[in-house]
């Protein structure tokens, strides 16, 4: 049984996801979208980079390379299941090692970042997927993301053929 204090907990999470995390985007507000992640954060990034765990300066460098070539940014929450609602889930009911738990702390967060290329206008869409985890500061430890950074550069290069 999931308790009140664990629902209070998890919808702290996920909200401060969206003020900071998406607002700190969506506003082109670093320090906004920083003040979400502690300094001792353990970031993995969407990206193959021989599975090494960077920290927050790494995290703060990738928003601001964002921040500073796109712009009309959005994120539309949503997207974990086919036909279904929801973007954001924590706690674990099965395990393939058989370890299950209800923490509200451990984040999983879907949903599709929208924006336009500054340089050329070129419009992109970016399935989006992030495990967070709080600590009981409400500040995220623990960042992984998965989506595909490269496909930002196909639609822009797609976009700018169906231009000429």
């Known amino acids: 049984m999931v308790s009140d204090t664990d629902k209070t907990t998890f919808e702290r999470n996920w909200k401060a996801f969206e003020k900071h995390h998406v607002g700190g985007v969506v ?11 502690a300094d001792s954060l353990k970031w993995s990034p969407p990206n193959w980079n021989n599975n090494e765990i960077l920290g ?3 995290l703060m460098l990738a928003a601001k390379n964002y921040m500073d070539n796109f712009e009309n940014l959005s994120f539309e929450p949503g997207g974990a299941i086919i036909g279904g609602e929801g973007a954001y889930w924590g706690g674990s009911f099965f395990s393939d090692i058989g370890e299950t738990n209800s923490s509200p ?6 949903g599709v970042w929208s924006g336009n290329h500054i340089e050329t206008g070129a419009p992109f869409h970016l ?17 992984n993301e998965w989506f595909d950074p490269s496909s930002i550069q ?4 797609s976009y700018l053929s169906q231009k000429k």
């Open 127 to 143: 399935k989006f997927y992030a495990i967070q985890q709080f600590n009981e500061d409400g500040k995220v430890v623990v960042l």
């Open 27 to 37: 506003n082109k507000d670093l320090d906004l979208f920083s003040e979400l992640y």
């Open 154 to 157: 196909d639609q822009i290069e």
């Open 56 to 58: 927050k300066e790494e």
């Open 105 to 110: 702390n451990g984040v999983r967060i879907y």
